[in-house]
């Protein structure tokens, strides 16, 4: 899994943006602080109330450098709709082949309902070297991250990266 210190995995996957394009996370580290909030599925309770959450926080971040992004395996398509249906206006990774929630070993199993390697929820905050400076992970999909935690973390990042200048 990737820690507090580890580099962080690079990767290339669609992101919903209200259209489709690529993200590759190594080209957008000149956004830094990088917030990468994983979230098992779109349309659900506690990761719609998530994403709300991010949005209705969306300028404290901004005002502390940091630039958000959601990461789930649902399609494109669907993430789209997702933001379009809750208003969000940051984007959205989406994971459908799995590879990014394998990367970062994030992957759960919803077993009562059949469903494989789904995103645990998680949070990386990614500094602009590409490390990883802030790690939470859940095994409970009910519990969502500490968001002033999230927050501090992205600006202690900015005040470390404009100390580095």
Known sequence: MATVGDEAPDFTAPLA????????????????????????????????????????????????????YGVSVDSPFALNEFREQN?????????????????????????????????????????????VTYAWVSDDAGVEPEYDEVLAATAEQSVADADDD
């Open 17 to 68: 943006n209200g259209d489709v394009e690529s993200f590759t996370l190594s080209e957008r580290l000149g956004e830094a602080p990088l917030v990468l909030a994983f979230f098992p599925a779109a349309f659900t309770g506690t990761c719609t109330n998530e994403m709300k959450s991010f949005q209705e926080r969306l300028g404290e971040f901004e005002a502390a450098g940091a630039t958000v």
């Open 87 to 131: 208003d969000l206006t940051f984007d959205l990774v989406s994971d459908a082949n799995r590879e990014v929630v394998e990367a970062y070993d994030v992957t759960m199993d919803f077993e009562a309902v059949g469903i494989r390697d789904l995103a645990k929820r998680a949070v990386f905050v990614v500094d602009a070297e590409g490390t």
